[in-house]
Each structure stands twice: as structure tokens, then as C-alpha cells.
């Protein structure tokens, strides 16, 4: 009754409304903020993933072509095969041993995303319509003779520059072991955004070995402010890393005589990592190393040191 006497009674009622109006803010501001962080962790993954499988796709990518060639048959690769090791070297002595008459032999170094590959007239004749498939084995060495006796394709671990090998026909082919297969004395490193490992080979035979793994967040499910100072404190996490990355070549390039230098790993890194390092990289690979530091370095070891071979 005072309360309707004092005009206090519609004040309180209003206030009622406004606490129940508040009350639907908040719940609808905390939904809007759970789907907001449900949004972010969801494209955070996706992020993840894409890395994940972003080495992966650089090796696939030439893939589709290829396989697109296969649905004609008559335009299809006679075999295909994945040499490593051994068999790889006997492959590629096998190719070296072949001679020809002086203008019977052929080497041409056909690099991936150049125009389409043009053979000469010569080439142009001995290949005929399988000369489509020389674009879906690029990046490559072609080796072809004239009587179309040897007619093959390589997508050797360091793809020669086109004055590595010689201009035109020859008696035999240009196959320097050295793209193909460890020779010397030569440095090979995995990197990703949260580790890195580095071998020093003699020939297949590893001497020497450092590596190790980085604090680097993952992933963050908040948005907002909280999300970027998150992104900024990863990202310097991720720029620490990488010099660490290249003191440590820095110092296995000082500490061993080296011949050359193969980085691999995760693409976007390898990159950035490549074109900062006081020494430069004689062929770079993306990869898809897992595990911890010294099993990462095996698997891509392995990796880079394989070559497909083409049969057109």
C-alpha cells in the first residue's frame, strides 16, 4: 500500500521488466558467444587439418593429371613404378649404359606449371601422340632414343636446371647420380611449425644428428580480442622457431663440410625457412613426416630420396 502511495509500486514493476529484459540479453549474448567460439574452434581445425594435409596435396597435385591421361588408354603410362635404394640405382645404370649412334639419344629437363611441353621435330616424331603425357609426368627428365627403343620419364629429387644436361641429341643419356641419389656429403632437415631435425649424410650413411620440438600453441576456441592476442602470441612462437631452425643450420654448416642442403617438411614453413637461411637449399620437398624429431627425419628421408618412374 506505501508503495502504491509513493508511486513505487510501477517503478518496481518496471524494474522487473528490466532485470527480465536483462536476463534474455545475457542469455542470448552467451549463445551468440558459444556459437561464436564454436565457429572459431571449427575453423581452427580446419586450419589444422589443411596443414596437415597441405604436404600431401603438394604431392598429389600431379596426380589428377596423370590419372585424367590413364582414362584414355591409348594415351595411358605402359608403367609406372617407385624406385628407392637399390633398385633405383640399377634402374638408373641400366639407362646410362645405353648407347646410341652420335645424334641417337635425348635428355630434356620438362619443369612443372611451364607451358605445354613442345618437343622438337625429331622428338616430336619418335613420341607421336604420348608426347600429351610428358605434362602429366612433370616436373621431369625425359630420356628417349630415336628408334623409340627407351621412352621414359623421371621426377628425380632435384630436378637439374636445363644447362645441367646437354642441348639436343647426343649418343646417351645425362642421368647424373647426384639428382637421384645421396652422394657426398650433404645435409637434410625436416622442418614443421613446432619441430625440426637435420642430418648429415655420407652418401646413404648418417653421421651426425640434431633436433628438437618447440612450444607452439594450438588451437583457441575463444574469438575477439582473446583471439588475436592468442594468433600473435603463436605466430611470435612460430617466428622463435624458425631461428632456432637456422642457428641450428647455421651451425651444422659451419661444424661439417657440406656439399649440399635439402630442406623438407611443411610447405608454408619450408618457405619461409628457405628463403632466410644463410644457406641455400639444393632442392626443397614438402612431406607429410610425423612423430618426434629423429622419426620425422627418417620418414623424410626416405621420402625425398624416391623417384617415379614413367614409362610413356
Same mark, same amino acid.
Given at each position: 500500500?506505501?508503495d502504491?502511495?509513493?508511486?513505487?509500486?510501477? #517503478?518496481?514493476? *518496471? @524494474?522487473?521488466?528490466? =532485470?527480465? &529484459?536483462? %536476463? +534474455?540479453?545475457? /542469455?542470448?549474448?552467451?549463445?551468440?558467444?558459444?556459437?561464436?567460439?564454436?565457429?572459431?574452434?571449427?575453423?581452427?581445425?580446419?586450419?589444422?587439418r589443411?596443414?596437415? #594435409?597441405?604436404? *600431401? @596435396?603438394a604431392?598429389l =597435385?600431379? &596426380?589428377? %593429371? +596423370?590419372?585424367? /591421361?590413364?582414362?584414355?588408354?591409348?594415351?595411358?603410362?605402359?608403367?609406372?613404378?617407385?624406385?628407392?635404394?637399390?633398385?633405383?640405382?640399377?634402374?638408373?645404370?641400366? #639407362?646410362?649404359?645405353?648407347?646410341?649412334?652420335? =645424334?641417337g639419344?635425348?635428355?630434356?629437363?620438362?619443369?612443372?606449371?611451364?607451358?605445354?611441353?613442345?618437343?622438337d621435330?625429331?622428338?616430336?616424331?619418335?613420341?607421336?601422340?604420348?608426347?600429351a603425357?610428358?605434362?602429366?609426368?612433370?616436373?621431369?627428365?625425359?630420356?628417349?632414343?630415336?628408334?623409340?627403343?627407351?621412352?621414359?620419364?623421371?621426377?628425380?629429387?632435384?630436378?637439374?636446371?636445363?644447362?645441367?644436361?646437354?642441348?639436343g641429341?647426343?649418343?646417351?643419356f645425362?642421368?647424373?647420380?647426384?639428382?637421384f641419389?645421396?652422394?657426398?656429403?650433404?645435409?637434410?632437415?625436416?622442418?614443421?611449425?613446432?619441430?625440426?631435425?637435420?642430418?648429415?649424410?655420407?652418401?646413404d650413411d648418417?653421421?651426425?644428428?640434431?633436433?628438437?620440438?618447440?612450444?607452439?600453441?594450438?588451437s583457441?576456441?575463444?574469438?575477439?580480442?582473446?583471439?588475436?592476442?592468442?594468433?600473435?602470441?603463436?605466430d611470435?612462437?612460430?617466428?622463435?622457431?624458425?631461428?632456432?631452425?637456422?642457428?641450428?643450420?647455421?651451425?651444422?654448416?659451419?661444424?661439417?663440410?657440406?656439399?649440399?642442403?635439402?630442406?623438407?617438411?611443411?610447405?608454408?614453413?619450408?618457405?619461409?625457412?628457405?628463403?632466410?637461411?644463410?644457406?641455400?637449399?639444393?632442392?626443397?620437398?614438402?612431406?607429410?613426416?610425423?612423430?618426434?624429431?629423429?622419426s620425422?627425419?627418417?620418414?623424410?628421408?626416405?621420402?625425398?630420396?624416391?623417384?617415379?618412374?614413367?614409362?610413356?
Open positions: 500500500m506505501l502504491e502511495l509513493l508511486g513505487r509500486a510501477s #517503478l518496481k514493476e *518496471r @524494474i522487473a521488466e528490466l =532485470e527480465d &529484459e536483462t %536476463e +534474455r540479453l545475457r /542469455a542470448r549474448y552467451e549463445a551468440e558467444t558459444d556459437r561464436r567460439a564454436e565457429a572459431t574452434t571449427a575453423r581452427q581445425d580446419a586450419e589444422e589443411v596443414n596437415r #594435409l597441405e604436404d *600431401r @596435396i604431392q =597435385e600431379g &596426380e589428377l %593429371e +596423370r590419372v585424367d /591421361a590413364d582414362e584414355d588408354d591409348s594415351l595411358a603410362f605402359r608403367r609406372r613404378e617407385t624406385l628407392r635404394g637399390g633398385r633405383l640405382a640399377d634402374v638408373l645404370d641400366r #639407362l646410362r649404359s645405353v648407347r646410341t649412334g652420335p =645424334e639419344a635425348v635428355t630434356t629437363v620438362v619443369e612443372s606449371g611451364s607451358d605445354e611441353f613442345a618437343p621435330d625429331e622428338l616430336a616424331a619418335v613420341l607421336g601422340d604420348r608426347a603425357l610428358v605434362d602429366a609426368a612433370a616436373p621431369c627428365l625425359l630420356c628417349v632414343d630415336d628408334a623409340g627403343l627407351v621412352s621414359v620419364a623421371l621426377d628425380p629429387p632435384v630436378l637439374p636446371n636445363e644447362g645441367d644436361v646437354p642441348a641429341w647426343t649418343d646417351r645425362a642421368l647424373d647420380r647426384e639428382w641419389l645421396p652422394t657426398g656429403r650433404d645435409a637434410l632437415a625436416v622442418v614443421r611449425a613446432d619441430l625440426f631435425a637435420v642430418g648429415v649424410y655420407e652418401d648418417r653421421i651426425e644428428y640434431r633436433g628438437f620440438e618447440s612450444d607452439v600453441k594450438g583457441h576456441s575463444k574469438g575477439g580480442f582473446s583471439q588475436a592476442r592468442f594468433e600473435r602470441i603463436r611470435d612462437q612460430i617466428d622463435a622457431h624458425l631461428d632456432r631452425c637456422r642457428e641450428t643450420l647455421a651451425d651444422v654448416y659451419d661444424d661439417t663440410e657440406i656439399d649440399r642442403l635439402f630442406l623438407t617438411g611443411q610447405r608454408g614453413v619450408i618457405e619461409t625457412l628457405a628463403e632466410e637461411t644463410a644457406v641455400e637449399p639444393a632442392a626443397t620437398a614438402a612431406v607429410d613426416a610425423t612423430g618426434d624429431p629423429k620425422a627425419l627418417e620418414d623424410a628421408y626416405g621420402t625425398f630420396w624416391t623417384t617415379t618412374l614413367f614409362v610413356l
